[in-house]
């Protein structure tokens, strides 16, 4: 049974210009729950770690990106009920927006796959994404281009 509680979580939303326009890093699941969805590298928040330090950390055990957080973003609820209604997973997400260092996106621990995806193009791509990620990916990109101007 599912404990009667929401779960936290960290995801990762790193915004980088390449070739002057706004990508993320988005990963594909490689496991359960949302085996092969697309979605921000993250993860469970250790006892004793901050938000901000599990999402670098995720990203960097997920994809081989380092990167530093820059300000966290609205969290994101993710709620799925069973087919007769009843909650059967509740992640509330911290969302942290990070700030390219280094690496190449590179699938590790559980993602399938891991790559940069141009924000305007998200939606576009054919991809399975989780609920939420466009919006999410479009809230960091115009963060980060009110830094640029």
């Known amino acids: 049974m599912s404990p009667q509680r929401p779960v936290l979580g960290a995801i990762a939303v790193v915004c980088h210009m390449i070739d002057g326009l706004p990508h993320v890093i ?12 697309w979605g921000f590298p993250g993860g ?29 973003l609205p969290p994101v609820d993710v709620i799925e009920a069973d087919s007769t209604g009843t909650v059967a997973l509740h992640y509330v ?16 621990d559980d993602a399938a ?12 791509l054919g991809l399975d994404l989780l609920p939420q990620v ?4 479009r809230a960091a990109q115009a963060r980060v281009l009110r830094y640029v101007k």
């Open 26 to 37: 988005l990963v594909q699941r490689g496991k359960d729950p949302n085996r092969g969805a």
């Open 44 to 72: 469970h928040v250790e006892w004793g770690e901050t938000l901000v330090q599990a999402a670098v950390r995720e990203l960097l055990e997920e994809t081989d990106v380092t990167a530093t957080a820059v300000e966290t």
């Open 93 to 108: 997400l911290g969302a942290v927006l990070c700030s390219y260092v280094s690496g190449t996106p590179t699938p590790l």
């Open 113 to 124: 796959d891991a790559r940069w995806v141009l924000v305007d193009r998200i939606e576009h």
């Open 134 to 137: 466009a919006q999410v990916a």
